[in-house]
Structures are given as C-alpha cells and as structure tokens.
C-alpha cells in the first residue's frame, strides 16, 4: 500500500556534500514522523535524524554540527543534507517512517541507498 523510495546516495569525494531524497508513495496513508538510519559495513545500524510533522528534529549528537533533516509535508518527502563528508561516513543510508496506513498505525523502511566516501 505504501512505500518509500530513496535516491542520491553515490561516490562523493572526501569533505564534500550530498543529498538524499526519500518519497512516501501510495494511498490511504498518513506519514507522522520520518527519519534517517544508516549501516556502515561491520557496525550494527544507528539512528542518524527524524523530524516531526511540525518540523520538531532529532539528531546523533556527533552528526548534529554537519547533516540537516527536513520534508516537504504535500510532497511526502523528506531530505537529508551531509556536509564536510569523511571516510567513515560511508554507509548505506535507510529510510523510516512511522505512518497510519489504511487505519492503522504502522511503520515501513525504505530499500537503503549508499553512499561511499572515497578518493
């Protein structure tokens, strides 16, 4: 009934940016909030930041200084901006969402993107 897309992930350079894109699509739905997790090769899965329908965030606090969340709430979207990007950063990149879906309440992941940092 729903689901979520994401795209941008990529090679990026290190200490650049990039911008991921993840789109909730379908009927009879509802997205409350929506977030960013991610899974670097070898680690278990961390939260990275959500945001609320009312623009409310959250953030790793050793990524707070340079990802920003936000969504564009008519388009079902929701974004992530990474700046000054290291190595470690590498990952893929996974989209959340808690939703009401015919009724109910539920939540849904997106297929993961990754994004690579290297030289």
């Known amino acids: 009934q729903v689901q979520l897309v994401e795209s941008g992930g990529g090679l990026v350079q290190p200490g650049g940016s990039l911008t991921l894109s993840c789109k909730a699509s379908g009927t009879n739905f509802l997205a409350y909030e929506m977030g960013w997790h991610r899974q670097a090769p070898g680690k278990q899965r961390e939260l990275v930041a959500v945001i609320s329908r009312n623009g409310a965030t959250n953030y790793t606090d050793s990524l707070k200084a340079r990802f920003a969340i936000s969504r564009d709430l008519a388009a079902d979207t929701v974004y992530l901006r990474m700046n000054s990007l290291p190595p470690e950063d590498t990952a893929v990149y996974y989209c959340?969402?808690?939703?009401?879906?015919?009724?109910?309440?539920?939540?849904?992941w997106g297929q993961g993107t990754l994004v690579t940092v290297s030289s």
């Open positions: 959340h969402a808690d939703l009401i879906v015919g009724g109910r309440l539920g939540d849904m």
